[in-house]
C-alpha cells in the first residue's frame, strides 16, 4: 500500500488497508459519517487514528509516474489489448 511506507503488512493488515484506501476514494469521510465506527476500528488495526488513516489513504500516490503520454487520452489511462 503506498499510502503505508514502510509499514510491513500481513494479508489482514493489507485487506484492511485496501479497504480503507477504497472508502477514502469515494466518499467524504468524517467523523459522524455512518461508517466512522468502522473506520476508527480499521485504523486502529493499523496503528493509526480514524482521522489519520483517511489523510493518509486519501493522498494521491507521490511515486506513480508515466513515461509514455500516449498511454493517457483525456485524462484516462488506456489499456490496449494483447494479441
Request: no cysteine.
Amino acid at each position: 500500500m503506498s499510502w503505508l511506507p514502510g509499514q510491513p503488512l500481513d494479508r489482514n493488515t493489507a485487506v484492511t488497508a485496501m479497504i480503507l484506501a477504497d472508502l477514502a476514494s469515494k466518499a467524504d469521510l468524517h467523523e459522524g459519517h455512518r461508517l466512522w465506527p468502522h473506520i476508527q476500528g480499521w485504523a486502529a488495526e493499523l496503528g493509526l487514528t480514524a482521522p489519520q488513516a483517511v489523510a493518509a489513504a486519501s493522498r494521491p500516490p507521490d511515486d506513480i509516474h508515466r513515461d509514455r503520454d500516449d498511454e493517457h487520452v483525456g485524462g484516462q489511462l488506456t489499456w490496449e489489448a494483447a494479441d
